[in-house]
């Protein structure tokens, strides 16, 4: 099923759209000739005036590929819908302010991008966020996954959709893509050569040790000593508490947030449009080990994930790595199923 046959399914009862909003916001759209919006995608963000949401919002409104942009918040929706609208792209922006609203967001959308909800603040855990943005990221079209814990948040949306008969694995996907995007660059660093022709995948979910970059496979092909594996995974791990420790109590990762997530979200909505051979890793529902979600590499098309890839070759620190990130992951993922259950 379409994701917008499955939005429209879940918005079955319409309010008319939120014309006031659309009035501040300068997007008087009955006096346009142009309407815009006949070609490309339609993407809408959830949590769109955060401090994710809004760079997000501004890269999308640039991304050829959207052609309507739907911008939903609880707060702010309108001033940031007024000031992306004016950016000479074509996209169509639209703005949806308040639960009420929330609906209309997500009529029609191909793609739904959620980076709703708290951020870290230092010497918390991902997981220390999992009573507050439980309850906010569970009841709609989830497509991309980026409010945190990622581990369980996943499984929430998975049992909200099976509860409400709508439930596609295919178009569920966390998004793991700054884990790649930080091990891209440190790797890079590490051997001095651009980070844009580095590939590394990383495997498991999106908290500590759960974070697995498989070293052994990355391209171009290369070597690390014990020391540089120790460093380089440790960082990779760790990279979302470098931001949060720097930022001091303001917040954590949302600039290289915001550039990962609208490159993961441009590989989903290349797949869209049929694109060869986008693979991306993304944590998903999986047969890839025993736990019923895992990230790993995925090939994206018209249906969502068309495909997901085995693990590969493993060396021995990876194997050791990858049952510390089974067991942590198990109880993440079992702790968003229960949440939904009980
Ligand atoms: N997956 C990842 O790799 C990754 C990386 C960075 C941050 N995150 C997570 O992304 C989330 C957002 O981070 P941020 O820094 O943008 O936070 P933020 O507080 O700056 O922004 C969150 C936005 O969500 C909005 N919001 C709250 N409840 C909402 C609801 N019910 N519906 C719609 N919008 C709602 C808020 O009004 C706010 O504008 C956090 O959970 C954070 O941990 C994930
Ligand atoms: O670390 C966090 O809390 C935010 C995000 O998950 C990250 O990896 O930067």
């Keep these: 099923m379409q994701p917008s046959q499955r939005i429209a399914r879940i918005s079955a009862h319409l309010n008319p759209p939120n014309l006031q909003m659309e009035e501040s916001s300068g997007l008087r759209q009955a006096n346009c000739r142009a309407k815009g919006g006949s070609c490309g995608f339609k993407v809408a963000i959830l949590g ?41 792209t074509s996209a169509v922006v639209r703005g949806f302010l308040g639960q009420k609203e929330l609906e209309n967001a997500l009529i029609g959308m191909d793609l739904v991008i959620i980076p709703a909800g708290v951020p870290r603040k230092p010497g918390m855990t991902r997981d220390d966020l999992f009573n507050i943005n439980a309850g906010i990221c569970c009841p709609n079209a989830i497509v991309n996954v980026i409010s945190n814990p990622v581990n369980s948040t996943v499984p929430i949306a998975a049992e909200v959709f099976k509860k409400a008969g709508t439930y596609d694995p295919k178009r569920l996907l966390g998004v ?21 022709e580095v590939d590394v995948p ?45 930022k001091a109590g303001a917040g954590s990762a949302t600039l290289s947030m915001a550039y990962a997530a609208v490159k993961f979200a441009d590989a989903c909505l290349r797949g869209l449009r049929g694109d060869a051979g986008v693979v991306e890793c993304t944590f998903v529902a999986s047969q890839v080990t025993e736990l019923p979600f895992f990230a790993s590499k995925v090939r994206l098309g018209r249906t969502g994930i068309e495909e997901i890839y085995p693990l590969g070759p493993l060396n021995e620190s990876e194997r050791v790595g990858l049952e510390k990130t089974k067991k942590e992951l198990a109880a993440s993922i079992e702790k968003g199923i229960s949440f939904v259950k009980t």
């Design 176 to 196: 793991t893509m700054l884990d790649v995007v930080r091990a891209n660059t440190f790797v890079a660093e590490v051997l001095g050569i651009d980070p844009r």
């Design 48 to 88: 769109a005036a955060g401090g994710i949401g809004q760079p997000l919002a501004m890269l999308m409104k640039m991304n050829p590929l959207v052609s309507v942009l739907h911008l939903y918040d609880v707060v702010n929706a309108p001033g940031v819908t007024a000031d992306i609208s004016h950016m000479d």
């Design 202 to 246: 990383v495997v498991g979910g999106h908290a500590g040790v759960t974070i697995l970059p498989l070293l052994s496979q990355v391209k171009p092909p290369c070597s690390f000593t014990p020391e540089e594996t120790d460093y380089l995974t440790n960082r990779i791990q760790n990279g979302g508490t470098e931001v949060v420790e720097a």
